[in-house]
């Protein structure tokens, strides 16, 4: 039964990329994190978040138009952002320094897109891959990192056609809370907010 299942919809799903106009692209652009101020003490330190920087992102899209109105907007874009952390060692003289931790992602985009007229509108959920990081909290000997493989956001936002040219403007959340990777000592930290961010792209379509 539940082959016969997956079967039918692989089917209809070929038909519908049958009768679909397809394009493809290339997209980039900046992404701004937003994370609160926040503090967490363990084993005699204090982290505190002080500042998220911008990101830069790079990849490709390609764009299944069911009909005048509705398209498919599937995207793989890889993602390097960094986030400054202010951290006092209480044992070790660490006293106000900033560090920082720098990671990158495969960014793997499914949007659901309405367009009206050259505006469109569309919303999607992300899917997270880890690539690499390199952080300076290393420099804490109890310091470790351990990312997840994969996690899952959503993104929801504008964008704008001119010729070939592909404009968008989309806000992301996440379910996962932000500090998840990392570890003091053994004990798990967790901030208690998710980690948002602006993704600001320009695209161009073959």
Same mark, same amino acid.
Do not use: C
């Given at each position: 039964?539940?082959?016969?299942?997956?079967l039918?919809?692989?089917?209809f799903?070929?038909?519908?990329?049958?009768?679909?106009?397809?394009?493809?692209?290339?997209?980039?652009?900046?992404?701004?994190s937003?994370?609160?101020?926040?503090?967490?003490?363990?084993?005699?330190?204090?982290?505190?978040?002080?500042?998220?920087?911008?990101?830069?992102?790079?990849?490709?899209?390609?764009?299944?138009?069911?009909?005048?109105r509705?398209?498919?907007?599937?995207?793989?874009?890889?993602?390097?952002?960094?986030?400054?952390?202010?951290?006092?060692?209480?044992?070790?003289?660490?006293?106000d320094?900033?560090?920082?931790?720098?990671?990158?992602? %495969?960014?793997?985009?499914?949007? #659901? !897109?309405?367009k &009206?007229g050259? @505006?469109? *509108?569309?919303?999607?959920?992300? =899917?997270?891959?880890?690539?690499?990081?390199?952080?300076e909290?290393?420099?804490?000997?109890?310091?470790?990192?351990?990312?997840?493989?994969?996690? %899952?956001?959503?993104?929801?936002? #504008? !964008?704008?056609? &001119?010729?070939? @040219?592909? *404009?968008?403007?989309?806000?992301? =959340?996440?379910?996962?809370?932000?500090?998840?990777?990392?570890?003091?000592?053994?004990?798990?930290?967790?901030?208690?907010?998710?980690?948002?961010?602006?993704?600001m792209?320009?695209?161009?379509?073959?």
């Open positions: 039964m539940k082959k016969s299942i997956s039918t919809t692989a089917f799903l070929l038909v519908f990329a049958a009768q679909a106009q397809v394009r493809f692209g290339i997209r980039s652009g900046l992404s701004s937003q994370l609160s101020s926040e503090t967490i003490q363990s084993n005699g330190l204090s982290l505190a978040i002080k500042d998220a920087s911008y990101g830069f992102h790079f990849g490709v899209f390609g764009r299944l138009k069911f009909n005048e509705w398209y498919l907007q599937p995207e793989a874009v890889l993602n390097s952002t960094s986030v400054d952390f202010e951290v006092t060692d209480f044992g070790d003289g660490f006293q320094k900033v560090l920082t931790e720098k990671y990158r992602h %495969l960014d793997l985009p499914l949007m #659901v !897109g309405y &009206l050259p @505006l469109r *509108l569309e919303a999607g959920p992300t =899917g997270h891959v880890y690539v690499a990081s390199k952080s909290l290393e420099q804490i000997g109890s310091y470790d990192r351990r990312f997840n493989d994969f996690t %899952l956001g959503y993104q929801a936002g #504008v !964008g704008l056609d &001119l010729w070939k @040219l592909t *404009l968008d403007l989309r806000h992301e =959340g996440n379910f996962d809370r932000f500090g998840d990777h990392m570890s003091i000592g053994g004990q798990q930290v967790n901030f208690s907010q998710r980690p948002t961010r602006w993704v792209s320009v695209g161009f379509s073959f």
